[in-house]
């Protein structure tokens, strides 16, 4: 028994087979073609299928943008996927293979996977909060995650954490992605430091070479509380048992982490605790795979 999990990004797409377990058993990738996705997504499916051993039973697809996830159609594609808003995803995998395929947002699926086989494992109610390009979250009430009407929840993202503040690609101002992203820190170090530093990155900022200098010192303080309210945010929306963090401007936390934590600790009214993301690049495809498994078996128990 065997489950396909695939991962679609605006530059890569990543697809594996998993058993039942999670591992790995074999991985395919390949750029993505963005006048073509669904082409490439029915193509890397035929080749896992045909080097598959055991029989497959569902299909996972994680992709980036916001999902129907009742019908398995793409609501609103990210500007890095043109023409894949409309895509009947579940639709068009199922006539093909005729195996069951389910379809939901990258950051969902990542979630998913946190909760079956990284840091949220045991926990129930927690948000996965992924600090990349962009900020996006995955919500998990009661074991289920929570998609919302449109596939938009857990856009935390776009939530207003400086009303007038920096100008977001959403159309509004002063979103916490313009705070606390990877993109975020890159303009910060444009806006403060001086032209002879400012070809730091994200990463320098954190490291003990810039340690004593004040314009990056009150970069990384912002950030910290920046990210900190962020979260005191989606605490009262959510209330969950755990947060976990993860995403590229976690890569570099081993230089952060514990001042973020210090930080948080000085905070009021904080009830959830505080993890780092274990699962790294894979998290999506994992959780796709995870979340199709999870289907296929509520649906035989309830047959
Ligand atoms: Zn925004």
Redesign the pocket.
């Known amino acids: 028994m065997a489950f396909i999990g695939i991962d679609v990004g605006g530059t890569k797409i990543n697809a594996g087979l998993f058993s039942k377990s999670g591992e790995l058993i074999s991985f395919h990738n390949r750029q993505t073609n963005l006048h073509d996705v669904m082409d490439q997504l029915v193509s890397i499916t035929s080749e896992i299928i045909l080097e598959a051993q055991s029989d497959i039973c569902a299909i996972g697809v994680a992709t980036a943008g916001k999902v129907d996830v009742q019908k398995g159609v793409i609501t609103d594609a990210t500007p890095n996927l043109p023409n894949w808003t409309g895509t009947h995803v579940k639709g068009i995998m199922e006539d093909r293979f005729s195996i069951p395929a389910v379809v939901d947002n990258d950051a969902n699926m990542a979630a998913y996977a946190e909760g079956a086989f990284g840091a949220a494992k045991g926990f129930t109610n927690y948000v996965c909060v992924t600090l990349g390009t962009g900020v996006g979250a995955g919500v998990v009430v009661n074991g289920q995650l929570v998609t919302g009407s449109r596939g938009g929840c857990g856009e935390v993202?776009?939530m207003i954490l400086y009303p007038g503040g920096y100008p977001?690609?959403?159309?509004?101002h002063g979103?916490f992605?313009?705070y606390v992203s990877g993109t975020a820190l890159m303009a910060s170090i444009s806006r403060n430091i001086k032209l002879s530093k400012n070809k730091l990155t994200p990463k320098d900022l954190f490291s003990v070479t810039w340690a004593e200098d004040e314009a990056v010192n009150q970069i990384k303080e912002r950030f910290y509380h920046d990210l900190v309210f962020g979260l005191q945010n989606i605490q009262a929306v959510i209330d969950p048992e755990l947060i976990v963090i993860g995403g590229g401007v976690v890569d570099s936390s081993e230089n952060w982490w514990n001042d973020f934590l210090k930080v948080l600790d000085r905070a009021n009214n904080i009830h959830f605790q505080i993890k780092k993301a274990e699962l790294k690049n894979h998290a999506g495809m994992l959780g796709a795979a995870a979340l199709a498994g999870k289907h296929i078996e509520s649906r035989n128990s309830s047959l």
């Open positions: 993202g776009h977001c690609n959403c159309g509004l979103c992605e313009q």
